[in-house]
């Protein structure tokens, strides 16, 4: 009897967590499956089961496909602009200079920051009128280069990519910042001895080194530019169809139009596609593990 209560006591101590878990996360999930199989246009009333229609229709809206491209688009500038300069940064860093501390405490400040703050900075910036980019840009005699950044379609999902990596670059430096930590100096010293250039020492010691760095690194990043959200909707106003993303369409399909059913399908799409880099990680963090 004691060695069976031995074995429960872990449990005693985790049924607190695991019920929040599964009211505040399982539950949720559940539901929205359950809302994309139906038309339901009211949180408590109107309820009738369609089965995969709202999926099917998905095949079909200009604007989810537009948000779908979107999203790739800040997939693919989420890994190949925040990974190699945040990497950049953290080996600059990583050298013993009078005041490093300081300059990774600045560059790391845009992290702590909401994306809600951030947005907000980032309009005022981007002020066609006022702004400090484009009045820069009249300042040098680029005036060619103004743009009205956030009022033109052709321009506005690039825009607020730049924001979106203007915050993320900081995290990717601190996760290169720790993984150089790891770096075994004698490593590096050996291939100074054998001739090895500062690039030949880069490629063949340093990088493959960081590859459990680089690989939560992009992991995150791509995770993050499938929750683009509040830059998106805090910085065009809720009104841009351009800049449109899954996250925010879902919520104005769901809460502005009261298409419950339509919004879960389309949070069902994001959530399965975020759920396999997800495994993907943990795959690789399990593999890697057991290597140990």
């Known amino acids: 009897m004691t060695l069976r209560r031995h074995h429960l006591t872990p449990w005693y101590f985790l049924a607190l967590p695991l019920a929040m878990y599964l009211v505040w996360v399982l539950m949720p999930i559940a539901q929205s499956m359950l809302f994309s199989l139906t038309d339901r246009s009211s949180i408590l009333f109107g ?8 999926f099917f229709r998905l095949f079909n809206d200009r604007i989810f496909h537009l948000a779908l491209l979107n999203n790739l688009q800040w997939m693919v500038a989420f890994v190949l ?13 990583n050298q013993n ?5 300081y ?33 820069t840009l ?17 321009y506005m999902t690039r825009a607020l990519i730049l924001v979106g990596i203007w915050r993320q670059v900081p995290y990717v430096m601190i ?18 001895i054998d001739g090895a250039s500062w690039w030949q020492r880069f490629r063949s010691v340093v990088l493959p080194m960081l590859r459990p760095a680089t690989i939560v690194a992009i992991t995150i990043s791509i995770i993050d ?22 996250a925010t369409y879902m919520y104005s399909s769901s809460f502005q139009f009261q298409d419950y059913g ?31």
């Open 97 to 101: 200079y009078p005041g490093a501390k």
């Open 262 to 292: 339509y919004g879960s399908a389309i949070a069902v799409v994001q959530f399965f596609i975020t759920l396999g880099f997800i495994l993907f990680y943990v795959n690789h963090t399990l593999k890697s593990e057991h290597d140990l």
């Open 103 to 135: 300059f990774k405490t600045a560059f790391f400040i845009p992290m702590t920051l909401s994306y809600a703050v951030v947005g907000t900075i980032w309009v005022w910036i981007y002020h066609p009128s006022f702004g400090a980019l484009n009045t």
């Open 175 to 192: 996760l290169y910042i720790a993984g150089l930590k790891n770096v075994p100096e004698e490593l590096v010293e050996a291939a100074m």
């Open 81 to 93: 602009l925040p990974i190699p300069i945040g990497l950049a940064i953290a080996m600059f860093f």
């Open 47 to 54: 309820r009738r089961y369609v089965g995969l229609a709202n």
């Open 225 to 246: 530019s499938l929750r683009a959200f509040d830059i998106v909707w805090v910085m065009t106003n809720t009104q841009a169809r351009a800049a449109e993303v899954l």
């Open 138 to 154: 009249r300042a040098v005699g680029l005036d060619q280069f103004a743009r009205q950044w956030l009022g033109d379609p052709r």
